[in-house]
């Protein structure tokens, strides 16, 4: 005779238990001082560029309460020319770098994807390498040098063209992709480019996205090769000089505390050193966050099926 014993009921995983009172208080909490860890930062930053000197004496450095609205600080920046060709110089440097960057991680990646495609392992197990083993900072300044790109704007892109992780997130996502797709267009007669261009890019828009926001990030931020390569004043980078007037105190030509400009309706206004500073950091930070709404939706996306395989 057999018997039957009662099933206990499944319990459901502890992620999908309706959280307590504790824990959503705790969440908030956390999520609250996260976003303020954040957002207090960028505040006073913003409301110290635009306060006089006499607010910033007052409050003893840096304001976080404004009193006053004074933009001389941004009319000081821009009004000696350098700041604004500086600008101009770190989003044409992003531009054209994130386009080569681009292309070349996404050509690389596809053809190491391909387990068909000729020295498939050697040259994966190359780019692997560059984890392991980087060149170094003499060897490559005696390269760059060498083929002569000092003082070119191009040493600035082509010597970080790829990255290895970059490379190794595309390649994973392209290896997703059902093989079937691309059989079916090669039998209908469609080359690699093709095939290329018109399936497997069209399926990656996340993933190409969130490597175009790492790279065009990266290319906006450096600075150090900008030290090494670059001499003339009139092709640095805003990052080279943003990290010369805040870390060693070296203020841009026509950029310095003091200067006494006209501002209408408000008058005559000497912006301190500190807001210029502020003002600098400011204008580094706003592309960042115009950019990166546009682009936020396909992160996650693009991050978590980029690195996932299977």
């Known amino acids: 005779m057999t018997v039957l014993t009662p099933r206990r009921p499944s319990r459901r995983p502890v992620w999908e238990e309706k959280p307590s009172v504790l824990g959503q208080l705790g969440k908030g909490t956390i999520l609250t001082l996260v976003t303020a860890a954040v957002l207090v930062p960028l505040w006073v930053v913003l409301v110290t560029s635009l306060s006089s000197a006499e607010t910033i004496n007052a409050a003893g450095g840096y304001v976080v309460i404004p009193r006053e609205f004074d933009p001389s600080a941004y009319v000081v920046i821009f ?46 197990f190359y780019f692997l390498l560059t984890f392991l083993i980087y060149p170094g900072m003499i060897p490559s300044y005696l390269v760059v040098t060498g083929l002569g790109l000092k003082n070119n704007l191009l040493a600035l892109t082509l010597p970080t063209a790829i990255q290895a992780f970059n490379l190794v997130v595309l390649r994973a996502f392209f290896m997703n992709i059902p093989s079937e797709l691309i059989d079916s267009a090669r039998i209908d007669g469609a080359g690699e480019f093709r095939i290329l261009t018109r399936i497997v890019l069209p399926l990656s828009k996340a993933v190409v996205a969130v490597i175009g926001l790492f790279y065009a990030v990266g290319y906006w931020n450096a600075f150090f090769n900008a030290i090494l390569y670059i001499d003339r004043n009139d092709l640095q980078p805003l ?63 693009g991050v978590i099926i980029g690195a996932v395989k299977g």
């Open 79 to 124: 009004s000696g020319g350098l700041i604004g060709r500086a600008v101009w110089i770190s989003t044409l440097i992003t531009f054209i770098g994130t386009a080569i960057s681009l292309t070349l991680t996404v050509l690389a990646a596809y053809g190491l994807s391909r387990s068909d495609s000729v020295a498939h392992r050697p040259l994966l």
């Open 239 to 301: 990052q080279r000089l943003l990290q010369g007037y805040i870390l060693l105190g070296q203020a841009p030509p026509n950029v310095g505390g003091g200067a006494v400009v006209h501002i209408p309706g408000i008058g005559y206004s000497a912006p301190p050193s500190l807001a210029i500073k502020m003002a600098v950091v400011i204008v580094t930070v706003i592309p960042a966050l115009i950019v990166y709404p546009f682009i936020q939706r396909h992160f996650t996306k």
